[in-house]
Nanobody, 119 residues
């Protein structure tokens, strides 16, 4: 069972930035696509960004394009989500996932990290 540990969430004002990190326990990290998802209160979990194994193929949901950047360091077995110009509607629990589909199917999820953006 792969363990994923997120960090970097917090409480910020609108317009601020945060960087989330997700460290994986598997030595085969570089063989897997990685993704970030989020779930706001009362809403379904949605994909935020997804990176291919190499990081060359990236998907972003429309609402974060131009503001969020997913990246990965395969030597550190870590995936990042740089979030700039945060908005109140970005408030959610953010999860990383191992080898997810953009529909949110994955066998391994992190515990989640809370991001709260006040307006």
């Amino acid at each position: 069972q792969v363990q994923l540990v997120e960090s970097g969430g917090g409480y910020v004002q609108a317009g601020a930035s945060l960087r989330l990190s997700c460290a994986a326990s598997t030595p085969a990290f570089s063989l897997y696509a990685m993704g970030w998802f989020r779930q706001a209160p009362g809403k379904e979990r949605e994909v935020v960004a997804r990176s291919s194994q190499s990081g060359r193929v990236i998907y972003y949901t429309d609402s974060v394009k131009g503001r969020f950047t997913i990246s990965r360091d395969n030597t550190k077995k870590t995936v990042y989500l740089q979030m700039n110009n945060l908005k109140a509607e970005d408030t959610a629990v953010y999860y990383c996932a191992l080898n997810p589909t953009t529909q949110g199917v994955s066998h391994s999820w992190g515990q989640g990290t809370q991001v709260t953006v006040s307006s």
